[in-house]
């Protein structure tokens, strides 16, 4: 599976949108792109994910570039209850179903 | 209407206790998963099981026994417990195997070994 490059950490004011980028520049044509959060002491919670098109759901925006190479998660309105890390997950479309999580993206979300 | 369910959420024991956690999942997945959250927060994949059948042994120690009874269950059983094993694990499970399935996860049990 391609790996994925995030910021460590990112800030946002509450009832902004909160913009989180992902770098996977090695991934491959039949490789999905997935997001989860985890708030503390929580299991991690699917958000979205896609393949080459933009996706919309009740919780977030995915954008994905033309060449795939990178990806950002949106979130319209964050609230304080968003704050949370953010992993960003590639998954090869052969994959047994195993989820490779990095470190993630601590996003804070203030006041 | 817990989608999937853990217990304990929190076991404290011996080195050197057997100890066992169960998973639930109602949703009517075929695969379900363990993973293991250690202290600095990195989650891992130990094991994967799709219709009963392990698919997933990642390099995890054999005193790790995963037993799924039926489709619905997953318990994770550890044998000679060692101060290592203290984590966070969580237990998940998706429609079938595959990149195009989510992972629902359970709320996470906390092993701690004194």
């Known amino acids: 599976d391609a790996k994925t490059t995030q910021p460590p950490s990112m800030d946002c004011a509450e009832g902004r949108a909160a913009n989180l980028p992902c770098n996977h520049s090695?991934?491959?044509?039949?490789?999905?792109v997935y997001w989860y959060r985890q708030i503390h002491s929580q299991g991690p919670q699917y958000i979205i994910h896609g393949l080459k098109n933009n996706e919309t759901n009740e919780m977030a925006s995915l954008i994905i570039t033309e060449d795939r190479k990178s990806s950002t998660l949106i979130l319209p309105h964050a609230t304080l209850r968003d704050t949370a890390v953010y992993y960003c997950?590639?998954?090869?479309?052969?994959?047994?179903?195993?989820?490779?999580f990095g470190k993630g993206t601590k996003l804070s979300v203030k006041p | 209407d817990t989608a999937v369910s853990q217990t304990p959420k929190y076991l404290v024991t011996q080195m050197g206790n057997d100890k066992s956690i169960k998973c639930e999942q109602n949703l009517g997945h075929d695969t379900m998963y363990w993973y293991k959250q250690d202290s600095k927060k990195f989650l891992k994949i130990m094991f994967s099981y799709n219709n009963k059948e392990l698919i997933i042994n990642e390099t995890v120690p054999n005193r790790f026994s995963p037993k799924s009874p039926d489709k619905a269950h997953l318990n994770l059983h550890i044998n000679s417990l060692e101060l290592g094993d203290s984590a966070v694990y969580f237990c998940?499970?998706?429609?079938?195997?595959?990149?195009?399935?989510?992972?629902?996860f359970g709320p996470g049990t906390r092993l701690t070994v004194l």
């Open positions: 997950i590639v998954r090869s479309g052969g994959s047994q179903g195993n989820l490779i």
């Open positions: 998940a499970s998706s429609f079938r195997q595959g990149a195009s399935n989510e992972q629902f």
């Open positions: 090695t991934i491959s044509g039949n490789e999905y």
